[in-house]
């Protein structure tokens, strides 16, 4: 019974201690890394913008046509 109090309480500060060590080996990221991530992000953000218009053209007329 002790032993399940103990392995319980073992968790969260195992739990701390790596989460400890991650931060530790984060570094923040340079210039062209940045920008790097920031085009990949943009380019998503473009890419689902197309898709998004791209449904919308199709769905407009479809409507019509099913409920007109």
Do not use: W
């Not at 019974?1 to 400890?20: N, S, T």
């Not at 530790?24 to 689902?48: H, L, N, W, Y």
């Amino acid at each position: 019974m002790a032993d399940q109090i103990r392995e319980l309480a073992d968790v969260p500060q195992k739990f701390i201690h790596d989460g400890g060590l991650f931060l530790k080996r984060c570094t923040k990221p340079d210039k062209r890394e940045f920008i790097k991530i920031s085009q990949a992000v943009g380019m998503g953000f473009v890419i689902m913008g197309v898709i998004g218009y791209v449904v919308k053209l199709i769905h407009i007329p479809v409507n019509q046509i099913l409920v007109g």
